[in-house]
Structures are given as structure tokens and as C-alpha cells.
């Protein structure tokens, strides 16, 4: 570190989460910057960086983000290098259970510093954290990335934590909603849109998952392409008289369980001239009776190509 300290993107770089997170911090328990650059721009010296640390890893470990800022303000500076030496290993027979018992920890797939941040974030409820290190994926990577790398991952953590132990649907929803809520702001600040026909999207009829769909929402909204998001458990009725008020270039059907994602009334859909593309996406459907030019998808990134697709883009 140089005589001048350290800039804020630096630590955030350095701990794995946003600088919007390390501003927040500073500005909520009191745990920032104590230098200033010839510029008059704060800087962390090593101190507040030991710091930042220990209060990171008290949140990865279960702690409320106000008792680690606490701790780590109150540890004494010559203290720091103690308190963030690894713990001592214990065989792995001790630790075995433990590990596999959850706590407050999350597992994610392809772990990044991103995915964990958001994980340890959502685990520990901290509503101001996770919001600000959604945006941050959003304006890093934009939707796609964002979803496919840091939102997606960490969603599917807690939904297989859920469904192997019952607990933690507290911590689906609140990140759930942080994360409806950033995808629908991206959709409202998308320029407007190039297209006539416009692209319709729901949930199959009691499907209440439909973070899958605006997540597709906002990438088609940020490629310019009119969408219309109906959200979930839309029955087919109310979808069919919507195709034939819009007359849609296509249409986005999501399931995620199969109860809710039964092809058959796929077929008595409306169509149209030109008829709409469909496109099916999600593991609730039963792919094998999908009515004749049905499309269906596994990721965001063929959704998207499928709609461009029935768009004529190529």
C-alpha cells in the first residue's frame, strides 16, 4: 500500500464487494477512510483496511453488519493481525457436520468475489448491501452478465438451502425483491424502444416465480425491443386475450416447477399474422408433449437469441 492509501474501488476490489457497500459502511456504523490524497480524495490506510476485513468476515460469519462494525472499530489496532489469523484447523470428522449443517453460510455455484458478496449480504438481511451490490452487477456486466454471473447463482443457493432444509424464505424474498426491484428500474430507465410488435412475457398459470422474466425483460428492454411483462401465475385466458390486443412477435412463457407446466393448453393459443413466435423457458415444463414449433430455451442468453430470432435481427 503507498504512502497515500488506498482508494475506495481498491478495498472493494480487495474484500469482494461493491464501493457503493464500503460507502454505506462508513457512512452507517462509522467504518471508512482516515487519510486524504493530495487531492483531498479519502483514503484507507492499512488500519482501516484490517479493519474493513475483520468486519467482513464477522458478516460472512453470521453477524449482523452493526455488531461487526462495532468489533472491529472496538479491536485495538496491534489486535487486528490476531483477530484475522485463520482459525485453527479441526480434524475433518469434527467439522464435517458442521460444514454440512448450513448456518449462515451459503454455497454457490462457481463462487466469485461478486457471488459470495451477495450470498453473505442476503444471508445476513442487510437490504442496503444487497441492493447496492445488485446495481453494481447490473452497471458491471449488464443484465445478462449480471443475471447469468452473480444473481442467478446466489438465487439458486438459497433455493436449494430452502428445499433441503425448509428454512430460510425470509432470505429468498428479500433478495427476491431487491432484485424485482432493480430489473424493473432498468426496464422504466431503458431508451425507447425501436420495435412496433412487441415482445409478451409471463409465468405459466400459478407459477409464482418471475424473476426468470424480467430479468428477460430488462435485456430486451436494454436491445431497445418493446416488452410487455404480464409477471406470474397469469392463467391462459387472460394471456390469450392479451395476444390478441398486442398482436406480440413473440411470446415468453416461464415454469420453474411442474406443476405449473403443463404444454397442453400451449396449443390453443391465439396466433396471428404473422403468428408469434413461442418460446418456453424453464425446468417445470414437460418438454417432451410441447405443442408443434414451440421453442424452448435453458438460459437467458437463448431466450434472447430466440426472440431476436423472431424478430428478423438474424
Known amino acids: 500500500m503507498d504512502g497515500a492509501g488506498l482508494s475506495v474501488g481498491a478495498v472493494a476490489r480487495r474484500l469482494g464487494v461493491a464501493p457503493s457497500t464500503l460507502r454505506t459502511w ?3 456504523y462509522g467504518i471508512g477512510p482516515s487519510r486524504h490524497s493530495a487531492g483531498g480524495h479519502r483514503r484507507y490506510d492499512p488500519t482501516d483496511v484490517a479493519r474493513l476485513e475483520l468486519m467482513n468476515r464477522l458478516i460472512l460469519d453470521g453477524a449482523p453488519p452493526e455488531e461487526a462494525a462495532r468489533t472491529a472499530l472496538a479491536t485495538a489496532a496491534a489486535d487486528l493481525e490476531s483477530a484475522l489469523a485463520p482459525p485453527v ?3 475433518p470428522e469434527a467439522t464435517g457436520p458442521v460444514r454440512g449443517a448450513g448456518g449462515h453460510r451459503l454455497a454457490v455455484s462457481d463462487g466469485t468475489p461478486a ?3 451477495l450470498a453473505r449480504a442476503a444471508m445476513a438481511m442487510d437490504m442496503v448491501t444487497i441492493q447496492g451490490l445488485v446495481a453494481d452487477a447490473l452497471a458491471r456486466h449488464g443484465v445478462v452478465g449480471a443475471w447469468q454471473e452473480v444473481l442467478a447463482p446466489v438465487l439458486i443457493g438459497i433455493g436449494e438451502r430452502h428445499q433441503a432444509t425448509g428454512a430460510i424464505i425470509e432470505v429468498e424474498h428479500l433478495l427476491s425483491g431487491c432484485v424485482l426491484g ?8 431503458a431508451d425507447p424502444p425501436l420495435t412496433s410488435r412487441p415482445v409478451l412475457l409471463a409465468c405459466a398459470p400459478e407459477e409464482q416465480h418471475s424473476l426468470p422474466v424480467y430479468a428477460l425483460a430488462a435485456a430486451l428492454a436494454a436491445d431497445r425491443i418493446a416488452v410487455r411483462v404480464l409477471g406470474a401465475r397469469v392463467p391462459y385466458a387472460s394471456l390469450a386475450d392479451a395476444i390478441r390486443q398486442l398482436g406480440p ?6 415454469s420453474s416447477l411442474p406443476g405449473t407446466g403443463d404444454p397442453v393448453p400451449l396449443a390453443a393459443l391465439p396466433g396471428g399474422r404473422p403468428a408469434p413466435r413461442l418460446v418456453v423457458g424453464g425446468p417445470g415444463w414437460a418438454y417432451g408433449r410441447m405443442p408443434a414449433g414451440a421453442r424452448a430455451v435453458t438460459n437467458l442468453p ?4 430466440e426472440i431476436h430470432a423472431a424478430l428478423g435481427h438474424y
Open 182 to 189: 432493480a430489473l424493473t428500474a432498468e426496464i422504466a430507465a
Open 302 to 305: 437463448d431466450a434472447l437469441a
Open 89 to 91: 484447523a479441526m480434524p
Open 249 to 254: 412477435a413473440a411470446i415468453f412463457i416461464w
Open 115 to 117: 457471488t459470495r458478496a
Open 26 to 28: 462508513g457512512r452507517r
